[in-house]
């Protein structure tokens, strides 16, 4: 018998994975008939070049180093896995020549001349690019020493999956004499500049995700024998009682759906909704999803943030909603927020908790929340971005706090819509203060988007303004922090840099406020984030202000751009009680901030902001407050900007220069999906060397945390192929990095 896995047979994974295909293909039958309709291409053509890569993908491991690996882990004899010969790159000869076969029967053809099946096989364990750079050690083997009797009986358990299908196809072995790794370097070197030049480079890749993700659902799937969960069947009127039943927990009257959330929960198609801090948008979101994935039969929600804070705090409410099983978290510390809430005796080696992972990872859940560079950097090949799009091409995409993002950001967005527009998805764009420039942006580039606003809290006020003349961390500022907690008040103060703020809990310690900026190891992060919420004193960096369902009696803060400090000032009084003494205290910016906040390289926003709150001080309603934020903005057209400019080339080019199919291995500097000139790189404090040297990875990340790349540079030494920096860390201010007079060491 011949093993696929040490604990499944080759025909029994076959099977398996042939009968995850058949759910996969039903799942994406929108996109397979949206493909049809863009291409002209009949539907069985498309699911016979899918078929072929199923069928084949593991052709390869009829070959006598891989048996051998089998056998070992079977109790048989050791074997020196530096012998093994990948499996994917033996299939690789096999699926190019049936491939070519299927096209030959139809000479006609629209599909793509070029190889998307072999390649997709190729690359369904590693990384391709031209050069084959994974499969070093194949380069100097070459031989796969495949076993007669296997690929015998993989072609005909091969070709019975056709039959089972109704197609007449046969299965015959290769004629090309070139190893298999010539052929793949032949064909990824030379041929396919020229094919995919030919079939058109986005076509190429519209087929390639489809039948690579296929492949990938498939296998998995068929590797866990478990059914695939695909999308949610929450109904909007369960949600409903869901959000009743939060609301009871948390003490919050809840009064029914507002006509906003409604209105949101009845749009099928795009949308942009604009509302205030607190009335409910996620909500609405919520709603609006459900609403249209129901009309696209089967479609899955990602919900992307711009933060991984804010995502981890979203995850968990869709979790208490929608259940874990149903809910993934994607951005680069998920895998230590997810472990952390995990049962302690799962074997993180186990099959069960991989998939965990790599399901999360790649948007497999029915609902993914994420980071937004999860998304955008699919659109730069980079980890496993055909799984990714697959699944973007087939949901309701939602972008909350859109206006958080500079012109390189809103760049690669509007890129990364407009692709996944043309495939069917849906998006939801969602902010509490959109400027006009922004609005005409979305609009314009997006075509047809309807915006919905919610106008009834035009004339409410949450809180009383008051500009101050000196600076936060001034004696009177400190005063006046000092005198709002001695009389009770629930106070939030927020500073622009994280040095700011650990001196300001440093003076005011006696008062007990809980610090929270970016610069925390995960596990100190973790707690500080559990007590937030119940918390009355809070000093924290801009990390609080988006997202967060807190609230706060009075806000202190530091100058910032306008729609900034809105967000802040959303967390003040967040359910707009009357009676409520609620105040917002802004003090003049620092010589840093100016630094810190020119994310549209406008050296002149900080005193734009300050001198229009200035002059707009007492009680401001939201109308009042969306005029300031439209002022501010009014003279920036962020399309002329050389950054948003730049961005959208940068997209492009990339998918060009990889040929549209290909992984991006040697990445390009500039091929990112924030843009800063204060690059960062993750280290741990040296004090923690004892605690982690010996811990495996997944536990020694817990110990991680972020400085400026000149900082490390300065202060970091590598010891056991780890990065550790020399710096004073404790639990209650995080990471302090040592004086300097370069300014960029007080930067978030």
Known sequence: MKYAKPDQSYEDHLVAVFQAWRQAIEMKRHLIDKMHTLYGISTDEILKASLLSIALHDIGKMNE???????????GAPFDRKKNFRHELSSFPFVAMMGAELRKAAPETLFPQTPIEAIAVLGHHLAVDGDLSSFERERIQKDACFIEEGIEEALNIAESFFKRMNWNQKFVLPQNKSTPYDLALST???????????DGIQKCRDFYVLIKGLL???????????KINYSVEKKPRTLVKDLQNRCQKKNIQFKGLRPFQEEMGNHLGNLI????????????????ALKNLSDMNNAKIIYLLPTMNTATQTWQRFVD???EENVGLCHSTAELVTKSETDKNINYESWEYRQKILFDKSFLRPITVAT?????????????????EINAANAVIIFDEIHSYDGWTLGLIISSLKHFSRLGSRYLLMSATLPNNLRNLFS????????????SFQNSIRSNYTMHSYPINSKDGIQDIQQAVQEKRKVLVVVNSINLCQELCATLKSLNPICYHSRFIFKDRKDIENHIEQSCFVISTQVIEVSLDIDFDWLFTEVAPPDALVQRAGRINRYRDKQRDSQVHLYKYSDVSKRIYNPIFDPRLLERSESIFKSCQGNLSEKKLSNIVNDVYSDLDIRETTEYIE???????TQNRLLGILDNIITDEKAQTRLSKYHTVTVIPSMFYGDVITLPPRERAMYELKVPLWYFLKNGKIYSGLPFCDMEYDSYLGGKLKIDNRIENQFV
Not at 216 to 226: L, T
Not at 444 to 449: A, I, N, P, S
Request: charged share 20%.
């Open 216 to 226: 990938y659902y498939a296998d998995w799937h068929g590797s866990g024998n478990i």
């Open 321 to 323: 909603i929608f259940g």
């Open 647 to 653: 961005a959208r080339s940068m997209y492009k080019n």
């Open 372 to 388: 937004v560079d999860q998304l955008l950097s699919s659109g730069f090949n980079t980890g496993r971005w055909a799984l990714k």
């Open 273 to 288: 909704a604009i509302a205030p801090t607190g009335s409910g948008k996620t909500e609405g979101a919520l709603l609006w």
């Open 188 to 198: 990824c070197k030379k041929a396919l500049p020229c094919l995919t030049k030919r």
């Open 444 to 455: 314009e580039e997006l075509g047809e988007t309807q915006i919905v606003e919610d106008r």
């Open 65 to 75: 180093p891989f048996q051998k690996i089998m056998a070992s882990l079977n109790g």
